[in-house]
């Protein structure tokens, strides 16, 4: 926001600009998670350029070395910064398949594709499913605080549908603050993984991960 200040001519107040960023641009944004230390590949994808993701998943093809679940979900978020998110898609399953036990980094990178897609709904199920086996850690709380205060703002569109008599989701809505408010309006704070919404999305997002 530093050129709002420094490359600006005349002498009036600037105009910031107010909006969210686009669910594309919050994904690449979002925080990379630390490499597994003990993934053989760590090391190596550490010195290589994201910008070429294709010739690292063809030097994955060819070398066993590079066929392990940092080297896929790197390649996940190299396609994604690409604009490729059929191919982010691709590379986050074959990371599944070699996880084997649960691993929240495939829920992770999951709700990054769904981000990019613009399938807000999915990503907040994914990333609810990464809160619930990491409360303490402040990513998942970001994109969950993302994901719930654009669904929000759908509802205050002009033209979008009224809600219906207050229900169980209803609830969820009710405990949330306006702790993210800015010049749009007010936002909705990271809901907490007691909240029901939030336990019904990492629900909802750990049954496609064993129909999967």
Excluded: M
């Excluded at 070699?98 to 929240?104: Q, R």
């Excluded at 086996?133 to 669904?151: I, Q, S, T, V």
């Amino acid at each position: 926001a530093l050129r709002w200040w420094t490359r600006r001519s005349g002498t009036g107040a600037p105009e910031l600009p107010a909006g969210a960023p686009e669910p594309g641009a919050t994904a690449r944004a979002l925080p990379v998670p630390l490499p597994d230390a003990a993934d053989p590949a760590a090391v190596l994808l550490g010195g290589l350029a994201a910008d070429t993701p294709d010739r690292t998943a063809e030097r994955a093809e060819r070398d066993p070395a590079l066929r392990t679940v940092e080297t896929a979900l790197w390649l996940c978020r190299a396609y994604l910064d690409a604009g490729n998110a059929a191919r982010a898609e691709e590379w986050v399953a074959r990371a599944k398949g070699w996880s084997g036990d649960y691993d929240w980094r495939i829920f992770w990178h999951r709700g990054l594709v769904h981000l990019t897609r613009g399938a807000v709904d999915q990503a907040e199920d994914e990333f609810a499913a990464t809160y619930a086996a990491l409360p303490g850690e402040a990513a998942p709380k970001l994109a969950l605080g993302y994901c719930a205060e654009y669904l929000a703002a759908r509802f205050r569109e002009p033209g979008a549908r009224e809600p219906g008599p207050p229900g169980p989701d209803a609830q969820g809505a009710a405990v949330r603050g306006p702790a993210l408010r800015g010049p749009g309006g007010p936002g909705v704070r990271a809901p907490d993984a007691r909240e029901p919404d939030a336990a019904q999305a990492a629900a909802r997002a750990r049954a496609r991960e064993a129909q999967a």
